[in-house]
């Protein structure tokens, strides 16, 4: 079981917006450990979706934006596509050593 | 261009060893940290373990702690990944990635699969 806690499925139609969040605790997230999110489409490896809480990699279309506040983190899809059905994982680090994903969230288009 | 190719993975039994590769090209190796990440069937994903760029780090996730190794080569461009005393739970894709100080794993390998069976 990870530290880290998404919602296991999020939904909207074309168009709108979405968010998903990620809960840790003061041992990762509230220890001021940056969050990162990958999308992972069905089949394929992960991607680098945002990293260092907001900061987005070259490529990724600025529909998708992050933020971190507390213990947790949040992932905001704009103009929702058929293209963004996909898997979403948050990732930090914790005081153990180690770098846990969140639990995963599963984002269906309408 | 970039790339990471994973290999090593195939059928075991439980108690078994297997050691991965990943052979990484298009890049500086030396300059870049290199983790494992796993996912069972269905499942989400796992980080697994970390080795820095000069290999002088290395962390474990509490699953895989004293029954797998991490390594690299940096003259060979690899990482490696020993697991002995393999479960049914550590049946997965693992995948290789690269990262740095700053920017997290942003190339990862295609995957090689572990079963554990008996």
């Known amino acids: 079981q990870s530290v880290l806690t998404q919602p296991p499925s999020v939904s909207g139609a074309p168009g709108q917006r979405v968010t998903i969040s990620c809960t840790g605790s003061?041992?990762?997230?509230?220890?001021?450990?940056?969050v990162h999110w990958y999308q992972q489409l069905p089949g394929t490896a992960p991607k680098l979706l945002i990293y260092?809480?907001?900061n987005r990699p070259s490529g990724v279309p600025d529909r998708f934006s992050g933020s971190k506040s507390g213990t947790s983190a949040s992932l905001a899809i704009t103009g929702l596509q058929a293209e963004d059905e996909a898997d979403y994982y948050c990732q930090s680090y914790d005081s153990s050593l180690s770098a846990p994903f969140g639990t995963g969230t599963k984002v269906t288009v309408l | 261009q970039v790339q990471l190719v994973e290999s090593g993975g195939g059928l075991v039994k439980p108690g078994g060893s297997l050691r991965l590769s990943c052979a990484a090209s298009g890049f500086t190796f030396s300059d870049y940290h290199m983790s494992w990440i796993r996912q069972a069937p269905g499942q989400g994903l796992e980080w697994v373990s970390y080795?820095?760029?000069?290999?002088?780090?290395?962390y474990y996730a509490d699953s895989v702690k004293g029954r797998f190794t991490i390594s690299r080569d940096n003259a060979k461009k690899s990482v490696y990944l020993q697991m002995n005393s393999l479960r049914v739970e550590d049946m997965a894709v693992y995948y290789c990635a690269r990262e740095s100080d700053i920017v997290p794993l942003d190339v990862w390998g295609q995957g090689t699969t572990v079963t554990v069976s008996s």
């Open positions: 260092g809480n907001s």
């Open positions: 080795i820095s760029s000069g290999g002088s780090r290395i």
């Open positions: 003061s041992s990762n997230i509230g220890a001021g450990y940056a």
